[in-house]
């Protein structure tokens, strides 16, 4: 799967609710179910480490300290970067006229 | 397979090619997933399908960080300090080529052309090691556990055998040799045997400090190293009256006490860092 859709869908669920990493891992992993685990986390890493993404900690009640995830203003603008592409892609492909789940 | 251990496997996995920072953040997420999954009532074996084998897992973080290395590497700000990694690793080449320089040219009044070509080969050598460590750019299968546990286990043997040759070398109370050409033979055999362990110890500390900062074996090389060092020295200077060797041991507590206690000092530190070590890795992995 190609990574840049993968961090377009991370990046997303950042935008919708801040989210810690078994949550975000679970739901890429349900819509991706070939890609691997550590792919994923890798992913959110990297996002962390270029500055789109910050952590906080929370301690629910009977639960485990969870590290959050939350957008950055940076994200935020790449992540209208990538909504960009996506969508300039998006458009490209359906110009053919591509039936949904189409199988030569 | 349980969550302790899949957790202990990614480490020894990840500890072969990141730093102990960067494997343990790594750990603690995983350690953190597993006790959301938990919470979400899934068990550890279903948790442990779910992230995959942790060969499978390492993998995977090995070769995302590699694709990632040439983008996310922070470019460095010019006249910024190096990273103190990459300093201490520089100067402990420098250091390393200085001592090889002495080990070569000052004992043996080989010439000093020699062992500056050698110096820099060396030098070349590690420093291009270390460069493309960084860059990863050795190949896996160099970085592999396999590689480093037979790297590890073979370097700490040799240590702890050749300690105890040198010993018993110097626990002989009373060395008498009477075919004075034989003795010679011998102990420039000894002279050329010590100088090449040195550069074994050396190479291996700088190795260790380069790419594992496993502090037991730092410390032992770094001892031992030295300890070789002026053995070979010490038996340089004896050669130079060897048609009187006649070695009891108040000749080399007295005479020769310095280059005795190194030795011991490096057996002592050795054996006293082992468990210290130990103790201190349980401790933090604990907390």
């Known amino acids: 799967m190609n990574k840049g859709v993968l961090e377009f869908c991370i990046l997303f669920q950042l935008y919708q609710k801040e989210k ?7 739901a890429t992993k349900t819509a991706f179910p070939e890609v691997h685990e550590a792919t994923i986390y890798s992913i959110l890493r990297r996002i962390h480490a270029a500055g789109y993404s910050e952590i906080f900690f929370t301690r ?15 994200g935020f603008t790449r992540l209208r970067e990538s909504a960009a592409e996506w969508n300039r892609t998006v458009r490209a492909v359906a110009s053919f006229e591509i039936p949904l789940s189409f199988e030569p | 397979m349980g ?8 480490r020894r996995l990840l500890r072969t090619r990141l730093t102990k920072k960067e494997t343990e953040i790594i750990v603690a997420d995983y350690r953190e997933y597993f006790e959301s999954g938990l ?16 060969e499978s897992t390492a993998q995977e973080l090995f070769l995302q960080r590699q694709a990632d290395t040439p983008q996310t590497g922070v470019p460095r700000i010019p006249g910024a300090p190096a990273p103190l990694r990459a300093r201490v690793s520089f100067w402990a080449a420098v250091v390393m080529c200085f001592l090889l320089y002495m080990a070569f040219a000052w004992p043996l009044n080989s010439s000093p052309t020699h062992a500056v070509a050698l110096s820099i080969l060396l030098l070349t050598l590690i420093l291009g090691f270390g460069f493309a460590e960084r860059r990863n750019l050795l190949p896996a299968w160099t970085c592999s556990p396999a590689i480093y546990r037979i790297v590890s286990t073979q370097f700490y043997l040799t240590e702890l055998s050749l300690t105890a040759a040198i010993c018993l070398i110097f626990l002989q109370t009373d060395l008498r040799f009477s075919n004075e050409g034989l003795l010679t033979q011998a102990a420039t055999f000894m002279c050329i045997g010590y100088r090449i362990f040195f550069i074994l110890f050396f190479l291996s500390f700088v190795w260790n400090l380069l790419f594992h900062k496993n502090r037991i074996f730092l410390f032992g090389n770094l001892f031992f190293s030295f300890g070789v060092f002026f053995t070979a020295l010490l038996l340089e200077r004896q050669m130079q009256n060897i048609s009187t060797l006649h070695i009891t041991m108040e000749t080399i507590t007295g005479t020769y006490g310095a280059p005795f206690f190194p030795i011991l000092l490096g057996i002592a530190g050795f054996l006293a860092l082992a468990p210290l070590g130990k103790r201190w890795g349980a401790r933090k992995l604990a907390t």
């Open chain 1, 20 to 26: 810690y990493g078994y949550e975000i891992l679970k």
């Open chain 2, 3 to 10: 969550q302790q251990e899949y957790l202990a496997a990614l």
């Open chain 2, 39 to 54: 919470a979400d009532g899934k068990s550890e074996e279903a948790l442990c399908l779910e992230f995959g084998t942790p």
């Open chain 1, 60 to 74: 629910e009640t009977l639960g485990p300290e969870r590290k959050y995830y939350r957008l950055t203003p940076a």
